[in-house]
């Protein structure tokens, strides 16, 4: 039976990555810092898959991430069909209606490579990190699992959506703005973070570790589950 708390997470994890890729149409500029709409929501992504991997492990985190991926995935589809199709002729909104919903099959390709990957190795560092510490020091591993995580997704959307669109100097500041802002993020929220794992643990009995699974990304509705202290 599937945990209420775990499908509630799930919703929030889901309507945060929606949510980010209509925001990413917002450019910001702060001082030096050029930066995305998304950023406002899309680190909450990483902090829910930080407590489910923190409570129930890997295997649920996995199951999170394609859950979300899948979703946003037909979320995308439907809102470029919609975009596709022409207006009727009193509609005005056309081209405001484009600018948010008309990603360009590079940038959407490279938004779902660098999600997939960055969220699974957010699961990964997590869950690697409780073994081997056996389930002390959240805080860090809540830290690390964001700044590997986040740093794959930085590595890997930046080139594949912009490389050649913008300036090759440019590149490398806007990833690592994006990694440490979205790594301070992590930071300023851990407090809630913390007592939100806390809660859920004692509420669910479960305080998994993940001891001797496969961290295949294809095999998560097949590999064992890890060892849970209750």
């Known amino acids: 039976m599937v945990s209420v708390l775990f499908m509630q997470l799930s919703i929030v994890f889901?309507?945060?990555?929606i949510a980010s890729n209509i925001l990413e149409t917002k450019q910001m500029v702060f001082g030096p810092l050029h930066l995305?709409?998304?950023l406002l929501i899309f680190?909450?992504?990483?902090?829910?898959?930080?407590?489910?991997c923190e409570i129930w492990g890997y295997r649920r985190a996995s199951i999170l991430i394609w859950t979300g991926f899948i979703t946003n995935f037909c979320f995308m589809a439907v809102a470029s069909l919609a975009d596709a199709i022409p207006g009727a002729p009193y509609w005005e909104n056309d081209t405001g209606f484009h600018a948010i919903f008309g990603l360009t099959p590079r940038i959407a390709l490279a938004s779902f490579v660098?999600?997939?990957?960055?969220?699974f190795v957010n699961a990964y560092v997590m869950s690697r990190m409780k073994i081997a510490d056996r389930g002390k020091r959240f805080p860090l591993r809540a830290i690390m699992s964001t700044i590997w995580g986040e740093g794959t997704d930085s590595l890997l959307f930046f080139p594949l959506a912009f490389y050649g669109v913008l300036p090759d100097n440019e590149l490398p500041l806007m990833m690592l703005s994006q990694l440490v802002l979205k790594t301070v993020y992590e930071i300023i929220v851990l407090p809630v973070t913390m007592r939100v794992v806390r809660?859920?643990?004692?509420?669910?009995g479960e305080d998994t570790y993940d001891d001797g699974i496969s961290y295949n990304i294809f095999a998560v509705f097949t590999s064992r589950k890890g060892n849970s202290d209750k």
């Open 114 to 119: 660098s999600f997939l990957a960055g969220s």
């Open 14 to 17: 889901t309507v945060c990555l």
């Open 36 to 38: 995305t709409g998304g």
């Open 43 to 52: 680190p909450v992504s990483y902090i829910v898959n930080d407590v489910v």
């Open 199 to 204: 809660r859920v643990k004692a509420y669910e």
